[in-house]
């Protein structure tokens, strides 16, 4: 989707923000990950000991590397463009949170490498004023035009009229 911005800050104000939401859903995910596991632990222990393995990788005793499988889709099936895990349990639904917790990791690195680009333009002389207009792809790669502001910006004024009353000098009396 692109969008317009009035300056090059507060573009980056975006792309902080959708940063912010992308660590909390990540937070959020390893979470959820989290707490599966310590529940469903102790009941399912076989079922999980080769989700481990997938998660780590299938390590070769001598080597100590892990080894990889040719076929790594198990359970799963395509069906018309879906993929459906092939049972009912737990194994399923974590390889499902591990997949969009992979995924949320990659958006936020690709989205810091486009931040660190923009303070790179900055730091080598573009104007923090001016306006742009930014795409930021599905596989964010970023497009940016900067333009001139159809507004030229001016600086805070407050005017105001305020009056205060003089002082009365109030009398002391000794006595």
Request: charged share 35%; proline share 3%; net charge positive.
């Amino acid at each position: 989707m692109a969008e317009s911005f009035r300056n090059i800050l507060a573009f980056k104000s975006s792309l902080d923000k959708d940063l912010e939401e992308l660590k909390q859903r990540s937070e959020q995910y390893s979470k959820t990950i989290g707490e599966k596991l310590r529940v469903n632990d102790a009941s399912n222990e076989s079922e999980l000991a080769d989700l481990r393995e997938k998660i780590t990788g299938p390590v070769d005793p001598k080597k100590k590397k892990p080894v990889s499988k040719k076929n790594q889709k198990g359970n799963w099936h395509e069906l018309a463009g879906v993929a459906i895990y092939d049972g009912i349990g737990l194994r399923g639904e974590l390889e499902i949170y591990f997949k969009a917790l992979e995924d949320v990791k990659s958006r936020i690195e690709k989205l810091q490498k486009v931040k660190e680009s923009i303070d790179g333009l900055v730091s080598r002389g573009v104007k923090k004023d001016l306006a742009c207009t930014a795409f930021l792809s599905r596989d964010l790669s970023l497009d940016i035009a900067f333009i001139k502001s159809s507004s030229p910006q001016t600086k805070f004024m407050f005017k105001s009229t305020f009056r205060v009353e003089a002082e009365r000098p109030n009398e002391i009396v000794i006595q």
